[in-house]
């Protein structure tokens, strides 16, 4: 895994920042001074109202959610041209279709090359900042990242997927995000790297080619015994009663308690989780710890849990 500072994500960020974005880390000194110059550069109109629309309503713990992924992921997809179909596409399969509606998202999301421009030109001055501190921290980032390198080849064998470390110095301390790239790279995206979320975004992309069998469960089932529906409705990960919903909820569940096992982050991480209404994980976890999948064994993994909590 290697740390890529990218000007896309920090550009965005920056508008995020000027429309009203406050999930950054406010004790971290250097980013909340540098986040006060960004927030303080005067923003034109229509492009604070382009972020303003990434606030759908449908998470209220992250506003931007599911559109500040959309956006992240775009900056991936295009260089001159960007296929706004193609892309709506992607997203759509995904299973992340748009909580507003896919002519409505084409058309915000297509402005997104124009936007980029007009961030690149206003806040281009405070880049040289920015990667200032981002190449103070990447001494401390590199720990994580070897430490994840061991539980990485214990669960994917030679079959590491290509991950890239991409900082976004102003994301949620408590959040991460990822994006699947074209060429099947995986972009983690947080204000620091720590071995379960380098895991936890690896891993979803490996838990997704046993989607089948999770919907089967979905379909007939719900989520019966791995989480409390109230709370993943609060979280944003069931925004419906729908199996689709529920089958989204169950693959976080796997990827939840497989990146804190093999993380080692112990009973006391796996219960943070728990209180956050993921309350099948300990019977989950309770079966890995005596046989301990690996990605050629984890359908047959999966397709035990699930019999089992029938």
Request: hydrophobic fraction near 45%; glycine fraction near 8%; charged fraction near 25%.
């Amino acid at each position: 895994m290697r740390i890529k500072n990218n000007p896309k994500i920090f550009y965005l960020a920056c508008g995020l920042l000027a429309e009203g974005d406050r999930r950054y880390d406010a004790n971290d000194a250097e980013v909340a001074a540098l986040a006060l110059k960004i927030r303080r550069a005067p923003v034109d109109s229509d492009i604070l109202q382009w972020f303003n629309l990434a606030k759908t309503g449908q998470v209220g713990v992250n506003p931007y959610w599911p559109r500040g992924h959309s956006m992240l992921t775009g900056c991936f997809f295009f260089d001159d041209y960007f296929d706004v179909d193609s892309f709506s596409e992607f997203i759509e399969g995904t299973n992340m279709a748009d909580p507003i509606g896919p002519d409505e998202f084409k058309e915000w999301i297509g402005r997104l090359p124009l936007v980029l421009d007009y961030a690149e030109g206003k806040f281009r001055d405070f880049w040289k900042e920015y990667c200032a501190i981002v190449i103070s921290r990447m001494a401390s980032w590199m720990a994580e990242i070897e430490a994840s390198h061991l539980p990485l080849k214990e669960f994917f064998g030679k079959a590491v997927p290509n991950l890239v470390f991409a900082p976004n110095l102003f994301a949620s301390p408590f959040a991460a995000d990822f994006v699947r790239t074209p060429d099947d790279g995986i972009i983690v995206i947080a204000c620091k790297p720590d071995v379960e979320t380098i895991l936890h975004e690896a891993l979803h992309i490996e838990i997704a080619k046993h989607r089948s069998n999770i919907m089967n469960f979905a379909e007939r089932y719900g989520i019966k015994g791995f989480a409390n529906a109230h709370k993943m409705k609060q979280l944003g990960y069931m925004p419906s009663d729908s199996p689709i919903s529920a089958g989204h909820v169950i693959e976080e569940c796997f990827v939840r308690v497989l990146s804190v096992i093999l993380s080692g982050g112990g009973e006391k991480r796996l219960q943070g989780h728990v209180r956050q209404g993921f309350s099948g994980l300990p019977a989950i976890a309770k079966y890995f710890k005596n046989h301990r999948p690996t990605s050629d064994s984890l359908g047959e993994f999966i397709d035990i849990i699930l019999k089992g909590m029938v």
